[in-house]
């Protein structure tokens, strides 16, 4: 499933939830469904910007993976384990979107996911911008990690569905 398919499901999905669902909060350190909503499509657009970093790069950059990097690219995807951040790059998410908000910002991406899609092979594969944990990543590789990450959270949609 493309990054592109995984947001029409997780917008379609939406139509399922109250608003009081969607904005619950089962116990402190946990998010509602909204606030992994609003997660998911703040990195995806982080993601895509990224890509775009890449296209209009104007220095090649030997630079490659982390071993981390190399290992989710390798299996395709993120361990199926609860992964935590840092605690300055953990802010809670916002929890005040209605369902419309959220439809609205998922369909914003899945247009500038289609924009990027037919070009991202395209760019200059030694063009490339700095992942935290995972090193050098390509336009490419950027592109393929929103839906990863996006694939990475439904474990967590199903776990706080259980929630509600």
């Known amino acids: 499933m493309s990054g592109?398919?995984?947001f029409l499901a997780y917008k379609n999905e939406l139509d399922k939830y109250t608003p009081e669902q969607l904005r619950h909060i089962s116990k402190g350190g946990v998010w509602s469904i909204g606030q992994m909503y609003d997660h998911i499509i703040l990195v995806a657009h982080e993601y895509l910007d990224n890509v775009e970093l890449c296209a209009t790069a104007d220095e090649e950059q030997p630079l490659g993976k982390t071993q981390t990097g190399e290992?989710?690219?390798k299996t395709g995807g993120f361990p199926p384990?609860?992964?935590r951040l840092p605690d300055e790059m953990n802010a809670p998410p916002n929890n005040s979107d209605s369902k419309e908000e959220l439809r609205n910002r998922?369909?914003?991406?899945?247009?500038?996911l289609e924009?990027?899609?037919m070009k991202v092979d395209a760019i200059n594969p030694n063009h490339k911008v700095e992942h935290g944990g995972f090193g050098w990543l390509t336009a490419k590789e950027w592109y393929d990690l929103i839906e990863m990450h996006s694939r990475h959270h439904l474990r967590q949609k199903e776990e706080l569905e259980g929630y509600i």
């Open 81 to 83: 384990i609860k992964i």
């Open 106 to 112: 998922i369909e914003k991406l899945i247009e500038r």
């Open 4 to 6: 592109k398919e995984l």
């Open 71 to 73: 290992q989710l690219f």
């Open 115 to 117: 924009q990027w899609e």
